[in-house]
């Protein structure tokens, strides 16, 4: 059973365009965390958000936790090709390991 | 900064042979994790441990076994590598107190190849 559905699975996009990537679930989070991983490396953490109804702003990047702590969305304004790579959400269940989603590839070209 | 670093960037080995992979992190975090990134499958856990010589099964723990004999190292062994455990093997360190409630910081990766 895949506890977080990350959609869509695929985006490929031109420069200067928006695009929004969600991840959701019918199981309550304590937190979720938005990593990002380029090929041939190790998913790096970008930001984690803890409040239902948080936004949190990384530049051109904007996170928001659901108001119920159950889906989460990534919005990215004016895409650059430096935004390619996997995006992978995770979830805190207040265990040790995190639950997560398949991710999202994004391919930005200019 | 966290760092996490893996043995070996590729690996080629031939099936039945005993693989190692060491993972070592600089932070005195007490969770360390191996996971398996397959394309369509994700990140899949194989084992975790939270303290020295404590460890968890995760979702995949079949044909793996790992070893905690200290704090910031944390082995993968394949007993006997077989062709379907080509892949990459990416290793996380996280601890699990606020405010770095369990926050993942990974290494690099390991592509593993058995033929």
């Known amino acids: 059973t895949q506890l977080l559905e990350q959609s869509p699975q695929f985006l490929s996009i031109q420069e200067g365009e928006n695009l929004t990537v969600y991840c959701n679930s019918s199981s309550v989070f304590s937190s979720l965390q938005w990593y990002r991983q380029e090929p041939g490396e190790g998913p790096v953490l970008l930001v984690t958000v803890v409040t239902g109804g948080e936004v949190k702003k990384l530049k051109r990047l904007t996170f928001q936790f659901g108001d119920a702590r159950k889906d989460s969305s990534l919005h990215i304004t004016a895409a650059q090709p430096g935004d390619t790579g996997l995006y992978l959400c995770?979830?805190?269940?207040?265990?040790?390991?995190?639950?997560f989603g398949k991710g999202t590839t994004l391919s930005v070209s200019s | 900064d966290v760092k996490v670093t893996q043995s070996s960037r590729y690996l080629v080995k031939r099936t039945g042979e005993k693989v190692f992979l060491e993972c070592v992190q600089d932070?005195?975090?007490?969770?360390m994790f191996w996971y398996r990134q397959d394309p369509g499958l994700g990140l899949r856990l194989i084992y975790f441990s939270y303290d020295v010589k404590m460890k968890e099964k995760g979702d995949i723990p079949e044909g793996y076994s790992v070893s905690r004999e200290k704090k910031e190292r944390f082995s993968l062994i394949l007993e006997s590598a077989s062709t379907n455990q080509t892949s990459m093997y990416l290793c996380a360190s996280s601890f699990p107190l606020a405010p770095r409630n369990n926050e993942q910081f990974f290494g690099p990766g390991t592509r593993l190849t058995v033929l």
């Open positions: 932070m005195d975090h007490e969770n």
């Open positions: 995770a979830g805190d269940k207040g265990g040790t390991a995190l639950i």
